[in-house]
């Protein structure tokens, strides 16, 4: 088993990773798309100073769900590795959000009609909206 690093290699990282560093499919990401991602897979397990696991999951859970209504002008275009890190099942939130043939493109993340089906992101928001409010 890898050793953690606080700096290099946290905990909360470390155990959500697939294959590679999680860092390595944000950096290819516009920010609000990866800081999302990236509070969506450490929620619960950084704990913050005076709150329990649960409070510190929805913590993050909010701060995905800032970054996720944040991304109205940020669009991000179907790239492997963001589809081999949803594929993984590394994360349940982002495995329910992710299916076969789910579009990972976020060309306009505000436009959804009945006729389209929704997005990765955009399904992505309902669920983690959906979180917040019912985790209690």
Known sequence: MEKYDEVNHP???????????PHEVFRNLSYPHGNALKYILRAGKKLYPGKTEKESYITDLRKALWY???????????????????????????????????????????????????????????IVEYEVEHTK
Not at 11 to 21: A, G, L, M, Q
Not at 100 to 113: A, M
């Open 11 to 21: 905990k909360h990282y470390v155990e959500n990773r697939f294959w590679i560093e």
């Open 68 to 126: 996720l209504e944040d991304r109205s002008e940020c669009y991000v275009t179907d790239q492997p590795l963001l589809r081999a890190m949803c594929e993984s099942g590394v994360n349940e939130i982002i495995s329910r959000a992710y299916y076969p043939g789910v579009n990972l493109d976020d060309e306009d993340p505000h436009n959804v009609s009945d006729d389209k089906p929704k997005s990765f992101w955009q399904n992505l928001q309902t």
